[in-house]
T-cell receptor
Framework: DAKTTQPNSMESNEEEPVHLPCNHS???????IHWYRQLPSQGPEYVIH???SNVNNRMASLAIAEDRKSSTLILHRATLRDAAVYYC?????????????FGQGTTLQVKP | DAGVTQSPTHLIKTRGQQVTLRCSPK?????VSWYQQALGQGPQFIFQ???????QRGNFPDRFSGHQFPNYSSELNVNALLLGDSALYLC???????????????FGPGTRLLVL
């Protein structure tokens, strides 16, 4: 399973954009990049995923480097509710069982 | 529409005992995965059930076993509990389409197990 590297923690001010980086230099061509987050006392929740092109949804944007060795999760306006542990996960999608391999994640603190 | 539900929410056991945790998947989902999350760590994959069979297993001993029922709900059993089994146990459900589990997994709130 390919590995991801994320900073242990980051801080942001409320209503400012947040860029959460993830390095995945050993990514293979069939690996999708997934982001999940885990709010305090809850199970993880899906945020976004992509393969090569940048992706947007109602929660966030995902910017993928051209060589796919890194990606950035972008929260456009952080709120206090966005304080969570964010996990960057590589998942082989085609014909697989969907097993998720979590790393340590990035703990995001949002200051009012 | 109820999401993934797990029971119980909390559990205290002593070393050597056995425990059973339960999970009901999100409506329309047929695949259940179990994860163990130690304090301060990311979740670790235990195993996944589909069509009432274990489809894939992580690096966990045989003390960890499971079952999936015809209604897609699932149980996680742990025998001969060790202190190190204290953790949050998470259940995730997803939908299998044409042999592949679809992208998004939905997690329950977990069961907090404390082994004394």
């Amino acid at each position: 399973d390919a590995k991801t590297t994320q900073p242990n923690s980051m801080e942001s001010n409320e209503e400012e954009p947040v860029h959460l980086p993830c390095n995945h230099s050993t990514i293979s061509g069939t690996d999708y990049i997934h982001w999940y987050r885990q709010l305090p006392s809850q199970g993880p929740e899906y945020v976004i995923h992509g393969l090569t092109s940048n992706v947007n949804n109602r929660m966030a944007s995902l910017a993928i480097a051209e060589d796919r060795k890194s990606s950035t999760l972008i929260l456009h306006r952080a709120t206090l509710r966005d304080a969570a542990v964010y996990y960057c996960i590589l998942k082989w999608s085609s014909g697989n069982t969907g097993k998720l391999i979590f790393g340590q994640g990035t703990t995001l603190q949002v200051k009012p | 529409d109820a999401g993934v539900t797990q029971s119980p929410t909390h559990l205290i056991k002593t070393r050597g005992q056995q425990v059973t945790l339960r999970c009901s998947p999100k409506s329309g989902h047929d695949t259940v995965s179990w994860y163990q999350q130690a304090l301060g760590q990311g979740p670790q994959f235990i195993f996944q059930y589909y069509e009432e069979e274990e489809r894939q297993r992580g690096n966990f001993p045989d003390r960890f076993s499971g079952h999936q029922f015809p209604n897609y709900s699932s149980e996680l059993n742990v025998n001969a509990l060790l202190l190190g089994d204290s953790a949050l146990y998470l259940c995730a459900s997803s939908f299998n389409f044409e042999g592949a589990t679809q992208e998004t997994q939905y997690f329950g709130p977990g069961t907090r197990l404390l082994v004394l």
